[in-house]
């Protein structure tokens, strides 16, 4: 029997983290590669991810970058067959990459959109890349671990995806009505969809399947946001971008071997009230 440490060990496994570039994209990279796995750090933004993974090889540890856009199919193969070349295998697949208003300058405006007059092609964008985006690379990277007979597929959910945003903390005094779009909720949603059917479509086999779902994450946000978020969680604040990281090891590693199909929800409470 091993030591219960030796179950979050990843040595000698590869792991390939979409949004790698991104606030959690790049944490949840890092602590791959502290557990000792090799990591493929994938982004639409190439350069970003060259330096994610370059600043990884810097500290020692084992490495890659891709230029990945998880809405293209010849994109998402070529990346899971890049990674089967170069390391043989490919163990672990964290689907983090996302499209959300805080995050993407190009739809931030949209958030001032009210349901009744929100852009069609702001919502088709937003599909396509939280849910179509998964289903590809999924898609791509599963058929290797079908041959492996092994690995572990984790999707980052939100609180947003267990119920509908409560609009009124983004209310500012004086200032125009801002709204947590429609797309985030109904998207992250749909994650949970896809975690269940992949979870239950390879049953009987060691590909397990679950969601990690964050609670709001401090990310330079004004003050009146913060203090509205803290005051809906039990834990009174927003988390830090690290605070994701254990549950994401456990999720990857073999500390998870018995859990499939579940979401791990690490979200300072809020969805206790």
Known sequence: MSEIFEKFSLKEKVALVTGGAGLLGKE??????????VVYAADLNGAAAEQVADGLR???YQAFSIQLDVTDPASTSAAAERIVRESGRIDVLVNSAAMDPKF????????????????LKSWQDAVNVNLTGPFLITQAVVKHMVNQKKGSIINICSTYG????????????GKSTVYKPVYYTVTKAGILGLTKYLATYYAGTEIRVNALTPGGVFYGHDDDFVRNYSARTVIGRMARKDEMNGARLFLASDASSYMTGGNLVVDGGWTAW
Request: glycine share 10%.
């Open 28 to 37: 949840f990279c890092l602590t791959l590669a502290q557990a000792g796995a």
């Open 58 to 60: 810097s500290a020692g």
């Open 104 to 119: 993407d300058p190009q739809h931030a405006e949209t958030s001032r959109n009210t349901f009744e007059d929100y852009p």
């Open 162 to 173: 267990l119920g509908g945003p409560d609009q009124r903390i983004y209310e500012k005094p």
